[in-house]
Nanobody
Framework: VQLVESGGGMVQPGGSLRLSCVVS????????MCWARQAPGKGPEWVSA????????YYSDSVKGRFTISRDNAKNTLYLQMNSLKPEDTAVYYC?????WGQGTQVTVSS
């Protein structure tokens, strides 16, 4: 099982980024997926989840209304569209399936 995130970077407050997570080694369409993040000096925080066909999505209160999770089962790819970014969104973002984690992608929100 391999999960590879990309799309992080540095952005000003109010900006947007789109994260991607390409997965391999399992049947992607059979599993719900999650995004989580870890800010400097803090523990991991669950951010969002999506069911197998993308019909159900879930968000933490801290990102609800600003972030959108989606998936493309034909491309084995999970996405996280992040809008109206805030400095407190600064973290390493990970995609997650059960006990499997990607290497993470850094998101920095700063002016």
């Amino acid at each position: 099982v391999q999960l590879v995130e990309s799309g992080g970077g540095m952005v000003q407050p109010g900006g947007s980024l789109r994260l991607s997570c390409v997965v391999s080694g399992f049947t992607f369409s059979n599993y719900g997926m999650c995004w989580a993040r870890q800010a400097p000096g803090k523990g991991p925080e669950w951010v969002s989840a999506i069911n197998t066909d993308g019909g159900s999505t879930y968000y933490s209160d801290s990102v609800k209304g600003r972030f959108t999770i989606s998936r493309d089962n034909a491309k084995n790819t999970l996405y996280l569209q992040m809008n109206s970014l805030k400095p407190e969104d600064t973290a390493v973002y990970y995609c997650n399936l059960q006990q499997y984690w990607g290497q993470g992608t850094q998101v920095t929100v700063s002016s």
